[in-house]
T-cell receptor
Framework: DVKVTQSSRYLVKRTGEKVFLECVQD?????MFWYRQDPGLGLRLIYF???????EKGDIPEGYSVSREKKERFSLILESASTNQTSMYLC???????????FGPGTRLTVL | EDQVTQSPEALRLQEGESSSLNCSYT??????LFWYRQDPGKGPEFLFT???AGEEKEKERLKATLTKKESFLHITAPKPEDSATYLC????????????FGTGTKLQVIP
């Protein structure tokens, strides 16, 4: 069965803190993605990675960075959290065909 | 730029009352159209992938169809447990792995 896990379901951080969100998939997928989801705006792509140590910017990369040191793990980093980064963060992965994306359970991040 | 528009934004049905959700799209060469179900506070759960006009897929009370401009998710005799937000997404045939999502239809099925 397809499995994508995220390190936290809920997270509360202070403005200016460095935040790490981790995603792990056990399907040997090449491609991994980070989205944020906000009411009325849908899912917006932050970054994606098509291979270890490779990354590409999505639609809204400002204020975020990513790391992919191992194939199964993709991390999203908020260098200095701000209140406008309060959101639901979703990780997804796909195989080499790049078609169907499988999602993790999400991390609800609140920045105070 | 690829675009996905879902309608209605919200739909309230009585249990057993069949209906359809619409997903209109514009894409530069369709690679795939995806339907997901999302429960509150959770990640989207994959339902279907459709690849070409005329294709249909079914799963329990759900049936997805595809034309060159839109897709429908038909819900037959829905039950309260079908209540969720249904998301539609498209991927174009370019090399870039980007998928464009709609904002979803929130379905509520009342017993």
């Amino acid at each position: 069965d397809v499995k994508v896990t995220q390190s936290s379901r809920y997270l509360v951080k202070r403005t200016g803190e460095k935040v790490f969100l981790e995603c792990v998939q056990d399907m040997d997928h090449e491609n991994m993605f980070w989205y944020r989801q906000d009411p009325g705006l849908g899912l917006r792509l932050i970054y994606f990675s098509y291979d270890v140590k490779m990354k590409e910017k999505g639609d809204i990369p400002e204020g975020y960075s990513v790391s992919r040191e191992k194939k199964e793990r993709f991390s999203l980093i908020l260098e200095s959290a701000s209140t406008n980064q309060t959101s639901m963060y979703l990780c997804a992965s796909t195989g080499s065909s790049g078609d169907t994306q499988y999602f993790g359970p999400g991390t609800r991040l609140t920045v105070l | 730029e690829d675009q996905v528009t879902q309608s209605p934004e919200a739909l309230r049905l009585q249990e057993g009352e069949s209906s359809s959700l619409n997903c209109s799209y514009t894409v530069s060469g369709l690679r795939g159209l995806f339907w997901y179900r999302q429960d509150p506070g959770k990640g989207p759960e994959f339902l279907f992938t459709l690849y070409s006009a005329g294709e249909e897929k079914e799963k329990e009370r759900l049936k997805a169809t595809l034309t060159k401009k839109e897709s429908f998710l038909h819900i037959t005799a829905p039950k309260p447990e079908d209540s969720a937000t249904y998301l539609c997404a498209v991927r174009n045939s370019g090399g870039y792995q980007k998928v464009t999502f709609g904002t979803g239809t929130k379905l509520q099925v009342i017993p």
